[in-house]
């Protein structure tokens, strides 16, 4: 037999995110428990992190942690590089493992993800996890059934590094399905890519102010709020899914609440068109985060830096400490001229270098954003937007 019981937490996101999600993580873990030291991580590839499993830190990354895609307890992996091995390698595993991640009657789904390089196709790699399980179960006296639309247990099927790991997702969706976004824009961003590039900005919500000249329907500033104060990741009436799996039932049954409670953020949200802002409202009413966030409408350049100033003073903060972030517009989507587009990265760039002491974080896939914004990036690291290819850059405004 290839194969090999796994006892992981494996945190998935965008490619190139795994330190920064390692940093959330280890921030989560010094606030959430009292003398837990969060082994280092083990890294796979440009956006996976593992570590060990333990029920109480995978209830915590699936509550908390917004960098993430995907949170995953790994429960088997093989190097069988056929289908007949495969299902021999599961089907053994299965059979003698006690954990208790499933039951009697319990349901489930499978999605393959990243095995283009396995000798079969997807439809057949899920077609033999979903036979090893039910076998698998059934000599431990378990039935289980499959049901794509509404399972029990959603299990995953990935390649890493020549292995396939077979998974059970925590949370039973995507991570940046959040439940905050009532309303959104023809270009929205992504939840937990939103919040990356609020962690990539360094934004201290203890000693600083957040700035969003081109907020849009207010992901980032919604976001930056919620990492401020540790705010759970579900804000809708659905929790994660493995609320009702054995094994972790009585560490997710709680309801969730803030972490950093005693961390007030203060977050300016501008945005120049109206259905966006609308947006922007409700979506912050909806997330709970309407206490932290100004709000201003209209061109960014009309919220000047001294207007700004005097509004972080007013609220009891340091105008002379602050980080500006934001994700403006590519062309890509929203069908701007190349030429209207470098005019506006060209006062972005003004406006931002206006805030003296000052950081500014940005995601931008442009390739004509850096020379128009002006300056040079203290820090320039490739991100995807989608199908874009972009940038994340820091600036250090002077």
Same mark, same amino acid.
């Given at each position: ?44 590839? @440009?956006? %996976?992190?593992?570590? *060990?499993?333990?029920?109480? &830190? =995978? /209830? #915590?990354? +699936?509550?908390?942690? !917004?960098?993430? $895609? ?111 976004? @009532?309303? %959104?824009?023809?270009? *929205?961003?992504?939840?937990? &890519? =939103? /919040? #990356?590039? +609020?962690?990539?900005? !360094?934004?201290? $919500? ?193």
């Amino acid at each position: 037999m290839s194969g090999r019981v796994v006892q992981e937490l494996r945190l998935v996101g965008l490619g190139g995110a795994n330190k920064i999600m390692a940093g959330e993580m280890s921030r989560l873990a010094l606030r959430a428990f009292d003398d837990y030291r969060l082994p280092e991580p083990r890294k796979q590839g @440009q956006g %996976s992190v593992s570590y *060990p499993f333990d029920p109480k &830190l =995978a /209830a #915590l990354a +699936v509550r908390y942690h !917004r960098t993430s $895609a995907r949170v995953l307890w790994d429960l088997y992996c093989s190097d069988a590089g056929r289908l007949e091995p495969l299902y021999d390698d599961l089907l053994a595993l299965i059979a003698n493992d006690e954990r208790a991640w499933a039951w009697n009657g319990a349901s489930f789904s499978v999605s393959a993800y990243n095995v283009d390089e396995f000798a079969a196709g997807e439809r057949q790699i899920v077609g033999v996890v979903k036979n090893a399980i039910i076998a698998g179960l059934a000599k431990r006296g378990m039935q289980a059934s499959v049901n794509p639309e509404r399972p029990d247990l959603h299990i995953g099927a990935r390649l890493y590094e020549g292995k396939l790991y077979v998974s059970l997702d925590l949370a039973g969706r995507p991570m940046h399905q959040r439940g905050y976004r @009532q309303m %959104s824009g023809p270009a *929205p961003l992504r939840e937990d &890519l =939103a /919040a #990356l590039l +609020v962690m990539w900005s !360094r934004f201290n $919500a203890k000693t600083e102010a957040l700035v969003d000249p081109m907020a849009g329907t207010g992901t980032i500033a919604i976001e930056a709020a919620c990492l401020a104060k540790a705010r759970p990741v579900w804000q809708s009436g659905r929790g994660p899914a493995c609320a009702v799996i054995p094994a972790m039932k009585e560490f997710v049954a709680d309801r969730a609440k803030p972490l950093f409670t005693d961390t007030e953020p203060l977050i300016v949200a501008n945005e120049q068109e109206a259905v966006a802002f609308r947006a922007l409202s409700a979506n912050l009413l909806t997330a709970g985060c309407e206490s932290s966030v100004i709000t201003h409408n209209g061109d960014f350049s009309a919220l000047s830096a001294d207007r700004v100033r005097s509004l972080i003073s007013e609220r009891g903060g340091d105008p002379d400490c602050g980080v500006i972030v934001s994700n403006p517009p590519y062309g890509e989507r929203l069908q701007q001229e190349g030429a209207q587009l470098n005019n506006l990265y060209r006062r972005l760039g003004d406006y931002c270098h206006e805030f003296r002491g000052w950081r500014a974080a940005f995601l931008v896939a442009n390739p004509d954003f850096e020379r128009a914004f002006g300056g040079r990036p203290r820090k320039k690291k490739p991100m995807r937007n989608g199908p874009l290819q972009g940038f994340l850059y820091l600036y250090d405004l002077g």
